[in-house]
T-cell receptor
Framework: EAGVAQSPRYKIIEKRQSVAFWCNPISGHATLYWYQQILGQGPKLLIQ????????DSQLPKDRFSAERLKGVDSTLKIQPAKLEDSAVYLC???????????FGPGTRLLVL | GQQLNQSPQSMFIQEGEDVSMNCTSS?????WLWYKQDPGEGPVLLIALYKAGELTSNGRLTAQFGITRKDSFLNISASIPSDVGIYFC????????????WGAGTKLIIKP
């Protein structure tokens, strides 16, 4: 069974530029999560989707971050404009509806210069 | 908000030693999950615990859901070099909308 796919794996941009990340969850997983992980810390939830609807985006900095999951399958996370403090690993995870266990992709490592 | 205290923060061990780490909270959790993260990769689910007192093994790994539902333990027996990495606990409490609360991680380092 294919795992969670993410791309790109690495991205280097300058501050004030825009960047987008893509995630394809495990087939059949209705719930999709985007996390931000700063070096040395645990993942921090940015947004949670159930099918194509947003369940929680309370920790998403909405002035610069946006995310969508239009067809209830894959998802994109965008940052516009990026700041230095956005340098982090962006992890996508998915789970079956109502399940606690989340399965993670390899992450996208973002460096903002 | 909810918090998980994970300890130790890091461990230096010899190959072949047993390892223990734990997570505690002041709140009651319904589910405990243990993940391992290797450098440059996403967290990988090791063990999931769903009932108080539950003891579950996955190879050399054993995890327990504390009877008070406020803690969980992970043990690794006879450590090997590939056990190196960061271990995270994550918990789910009632009415959390399936949002995990994460510990800060335990970094396992094997002394050469």
């Amino acid at each position: 069974e294919a795992g969670v796919a993410q791309s790109p794996r690495y991205k280097i941009i300058e501050k004030r530029q825009s960047v987008a990340f893509w995630c394809n969850p495990i087939s059949g997983h209705a719930t999709l999560y985007w996390y931000q992980q700063i070096l040395g810390q645990g993942p921090k939830l940015l947004i949670q989707f159930q099918n194509n609807g947003v369940v929680d985006d309370s920790q998403l900095p909405k002035d610069r971050f946006s995310a969508e999951r239009l067809k209830g399958v894959d998802s994109t996370l965008k940052i516009q404009p990026a700041k230095l403090e956005d340098s982090a690993v962006y992890l996508c995870a998915s789970s079956f509806l109502g399940a606690a266990a989340q399965y993670f992709g390899p992450g996208t490592r973002l460096l903002v210069l | 908000g909810q918090q998980l205290n994970q300890s130790p923060q890091s461990m230096f061990i010899q190959e072949g030693e047993d390892v223990s780490m734990n997570c505690t909270s002041s709140s009651i959790f319904n589910t405990w999950l243990w993940y391992k993260q290797d450098p440059g990769e996403g967290p990988v689910l090791l063990i999931a615990l769903y009932k108080a007192g539950e003891l579950t093994s996955n190879g050399r790994l054993t995890a327990q859901f504390g009877i008070t539902r406020k803690d969980s333990f992970l043990n690794i027996s006879a450590s090997i070099p590939s056990d190196v990495g960061i271990y995270f606990c994550a918990g789910l409490y009632m009415d959390s909308n399936y949002q995990l609360i994460w510990g800060a991680g335990t970094k396992l380092i094997i002394k050469p």
